[in-house]
């Protein structure tokens, strides 16, 4: 039986259903729907839309770029509306929660329209920023659609409207004369007024935020004293019914003035006196602040500090600059936790909500500070490395990392990190855990430290050491003391023998 179909006169969509060559692919064709048989055996797909002759723009949605991705911001946009993009070809970069990523082309085509330009913030997650047509289309009269947008929000479950409660009676409350200035009081002031039947308008507050204070009070009944000022005899008021005033306006506090917010600065102009400058917060540092606020009032923190002699690695590093082998302290440290948590598997763990979980790798998360805030990139598989190839992976991933460059899988997991603050001269501090990792290692400067020794007659004398402080925090819902103890241990006994390094 034949069939006839009316496909108009596109040239393109000819040439792909009788299968001349032509571009690879069609837009608007979507890819798993249903095949439909046409002639001999050729087959050709369903179309996204009830468009026949022309195909619908390819969109650009807000992707997610990392586990913890929210909303992103267009840093800038690599291609021009009208130009013509490649499959992999780089459309714009887009700062998220951890770096700046590159989003890629997926097809090819012409980029028609660039919805939403650089430099604006806060888009949330499959937003429409841009549109890509075919080749010889009319770019510049491309439609947007008007039915693409962030997903809404997972709609919450009806909950149950509360009970009536019972009306409670609330005390008749006292009304200020008109036009009287109200006051903060003191509770000691306010004995002492009533006491000298004073009325604190008659004096000037001086505390903090407008409070009367207990010596404005006493000041004010020295001046009583001195005949200068008379008592306070409150004019009576006519007769009003008293009302009882609703829950609300009961709770709603007195009517006294309260201090106001100082106003913000104007861009370009000096700051005026009382006003403040509002600095813009990039993505990674909400995100940075929202996750170590979790981590101090979620995880239970313990800490345990060792201090560890460098002398041995100190020895070996000059010893494989002679061969222009440049490795740094830090990387004898990364090297020397990565083998001690093989040593104690029970440490390489972490917490998920539910309950420790054991990991299989060691990767270590390295603290590299950038302007746009600190980012941990991991060293993958850190104990099967050699203090060279750990030198190099931290020199690549640090720069990255500073240039906004990382690729997600190069910070995302770890199982312990590691945040080193000697090159800035600290001698020793305390980090915040990075969830779900249990432990984290605070690291400060070398420094030299006299220390009373013997030598092999027994004799006392003092030999100057180089000495690091390492405190670890560690989760106490998976490394108790006793665990994390232990751990330190076995990390310093590796630092001071670099040979148990190899």
């Known amino acids: 039986m034949a069939a006839s179909w009316k496909l108009g006169c596109d040239p393109r969509l000819l040439r792909y259903l009788v299968g001349f060559p032509g571009r690879r692919s069609v837009p608007g064709l979507v890819k798993g729907a249903v095949g439909w048989s046409v002639s001999h055996g050729s087959s050709w797909r369903w179309f996204h839309s009830t468009q026949w002759l022309r195909g619908d723009p390819v969109k650009i949605l807000m992707p997610s770029l990392s586990p913890t991705m929210e909303e992103g911001n267009i840093v800038k946009w690599l291609k021009k509306e009208g130009e013509a993009v490649n499959a992999g070809d780089a459309l714009c970069e887009i700062e ?3 770096a700046v990523v590159t989003l890629d082309a997926s097809d090819d085509g012409i980029l028609a329209k660039i919805v939403v330009e650089e430099g604006t913030k806060n888009i949330r997650l499959g937003s429409l920023i841009g549109l890509i047509v075919e080749e010889g289309e009319d770019w510049k009269h491309v439609e947007i659609p008007k039915d693409v947008g962030p997903p809404p929000p997972a709609s919450k479950p009806s909950e149950p409207r509360p009970s009536p409660e019972p009306q409670i009676a609330v005390p008749v409350k006292k009304e200020h004369t008109a036009g009287t200035l109200q006051f903060r009081l003191s509770p000691a ?33 020295q001046l009583k004293q001195m005949g200068k000022i008379t008592e306070s005899r409150p004019t009576p008021a006519p007769a009003a019914t008293p009302t009882a005033p609703s829950p609300l306006q009961a709770l709603a506090g007195p009517s006294y003035p309260r201090p106001m917010i100082p106003p913000v600065s104007t861009p370009g102009q000096p700051n005026a006196v009382g006003t403040f400058t509002e600095i813009p917060a ?105 203090i060279q190839e750990i030198a190099d992976s931290v020199k690549a991933l640090s720069k990255k990392a500073r240039d906004g460059k990382l690729l997600p899988e190069e910070y995302q997991g770890g199982s312990f990190s590691i945040s080193n603050l000697g090159m800035f001269g600290i001698d020793e501090f305390t980090a915040v855990i990075n969830p779900p990792q249990a432990c984290i290692l605070a690291v400060g400067r070398f420094r030299p430290v006299l220390k009373l020794t013997e030598d092999e007659e027994g004799n006392a004398k003092l030999q100057q050491r180089q000495l690091i402080t390492v405190t670890m925090s560690s989760d106490s819902r998976v490394v108790d003391d006793e665990l994390a103890t232990r751990f330190l241990k076995s990390f310093k006994a590796n630092l001071e023998n670099p040979i148990r390094l190899a």
Request: glycine share 6%.
């Open 282 to 386: 990039s993505n990674i540092r909400r995100v940075i602040a929202k996750r170590l606020t979790e981590s101090k009032s979620t995880v239970p923190h313990a800490y345990a500090t060792a201090d560890c002699d460098l002398g041995a690695v100190l020895k070996v590093r000059q010893d494989l600059v002679k061969d222009d082998i440049k490795v740094s302290v830090n990387d004898f440290i990364i090297k020397a936790a990565a083998v001690t948590l093989k040593q104690m598997p029970d440490v390489n763990v972490s917490w998920d909500g539910e309950g420790p979980k054991q990991l299989p790798c060691i990767d270590i998360s390295v603290a590299v500070a950038t302007d746009k805030g600190l980012i941990t990139p991991v060293i993958k598989d850190a104990a099967a490395k050699g």
């Open 96 to 98: 998220t929660d951890k």
């Open 189 to 221: 002031a306010r004995n002492i007024l009533e006491k000298h039947s004073l009325d604190a308008s008659q004096g000037t507050a001086t505390g903090p935020r407008g409070i009367f204070t207990k010596e404005d009070a006493l000041r004010l009944a």
